[in-house]
């Protein structure tokens, strides 16, 4: 019983977290790794990916009530996202994840430089064109969702970065397409870890369950207080992401 209070809280913290920013995986991943040791890690990655998906999804729908994302923007960055997820995800099972999760820190320290001066993701001044906006978009969200089917560890935060950086947008107006590229990332993944069989279904369900709860009550503190308190999450998020990606790489 006590190790699904833990994970029914973790869950409940990551929805909270990756709705604000993004990052939530960080979370709950290395809780299934610590209360359940003996499971293959690609189920337990296939099982955080279902978690995930809930709450995302739940924190997409209301960032897209309260600022709706251009359909040319989003449809073909959701469309990259879930191909190259796809192709992410059968990647994993055929090559080394190693020299990812060692650059990861320095990727993630790199972001915190480029996105933290300024009034970067503070005004929403969209920079190209709707053509040019949504094959952009694509671009970057192709990228990711390469990167979250294949390892994911941040994805969340990359897909948000990428829309404020390249595209100009503002955090709130860049979340609602970001969270829905995510969410076709994970959708991806989910179905080529499900077709494998690798997802510990009862222990996803419960976990979703909690993570839609957290994303409901995270997009709604995100949309109270904007974009100057989702700027300072950023960064608390970006700086954790740091020192957690960098123990795992190179202290464990």
């Not at 992410?88 to 020299?99: E, R």
């Not at 109270?224 to 998020?237: L, Y």
Request: proline share 4%.
């Amino acid at each position: 019983m006590s190790e699904w209070i833990a994970l029914g809280l973790i869950a409940l913290a990551a929805g909270i977290v990756d709705a604000v920013m993004g990052g939530g995986g960080m979370l709950q991943l290395p809780a299934l790794f610590a209360l359940f040791p003996d499971v293959a890690p690609a189920a337990l990655l296939g099982t955080a990916k279902l978690a995930a998906l809930a709450g995302t999804s739940g924190a997409a729908l209301q960032y897209a009530q309260a600022r709706a994302p251009q359909r040319s923007t989003l449809v073909p960055a959701v469309l990259a996202a879930f191909v190259a997820s796809l192709l992410g995800a059968y990647a994993i099972s055929q090559v080394p994840g190693g020299p990812l999760r060692k650059a990861l820190p320095f990727l993630l320290l790199a972001l915190l430089a480029i996105t933290a001066r300024g009034d970067l993701g503070l005004r929403h001044a969209p920079r190209f064109g709707k053509a040019h906006e949504g094959a952009l978009a694509a671009a970057g969200t192709g990228a990711i969702g390469f990167y979250d089917g294949f390892f994911g560890p941040g994805a969340g935060v990359f897909y948000k970065v990428w829309f404020v950086r390249a595209l100009g947008f503002d955090f709130l107006n860049a979340a609602a397409p970001a969270k829905f590229a995510n969410v076709a990332s994970n959708v991806a993944a989910l179905a080529v870890f499900a077709a494998q069989g690798l997802v510990l279904w009862k222990v996803a369900i419960f976990m979703a369950a909690c993570n839609f709860v957290g994303g409901q009550i995270g997009s709604r503190i995100a949309l109270r207080f904007g974009n100057r308190f989702i700027r300072w999450a950023f960064v608390a998020t970006v700086c954790v992401l740091i020192a957690r990606t960098f123990a795992a790489a190179y202290l464990s």
